[in-house]
């Protein structure tokens, strides 16, 4: 989504990014476009499709609204900007609670003390640590900048669940192999 934010930030916010910036854009992208090389290994070709395009499609959702946020950030402050997109986002997100099971699931949740522990850290305390760090790096830089910085948070990932799955600390089952990596 780092490309399709710096072109709307330079369209509709006068962003100006240097050759070094753009450069820098385009690499975080070309890697991440490089993960994505065997699409056909996994699935079908038509499966595949249908995938990026929904990738395609966040990526421009992400982009439209890390740019929205920056504009809004203009006239309200970061708590306001962060208030807001967690009320709609926690609106949008209770939704699933209306399917059949999902109650009881919830109450599995609630009765795991690790599992319960677990989520609220990491959706009470990590998630939106997160959004206000972002919320911050857009308000304080370049929109263009601060999403490509985003967009590298899949390694972080990889890193973190790597090391959550060695046989010293075993707190994941995803052990990092040349299968994994594949």
Known sequence: FPVFVAIMAVMLLDD???PIQWIAILMTVVGAGLVT???TRYGRREQALVGYAAVLGASIATAAANVATKYALEEMSVWQSLALRMGVLGLVLMLPLLWPGALS???????NGPALSLTVLTEGVLAPAGTLVSIVALELGSVSLASTLMATRPFFVLALSALLSTRLLHFLN?????????
């Not at 699931?105 to 009765?111: A, D, E």
């Not at 995803?174 to 594949?182: F, G, H, I, K, V």
């Open 174 to 182: 995803e052990p990092l192999s040349r299968d994994t990596l594949a």
């Open 16 to 18: 100006a990014l240097g």
């Open 105 to 111: 699931q919830m109450r599995r949740l609630v009765t």
């Open 37 to 39: 090389l065997e699409p």
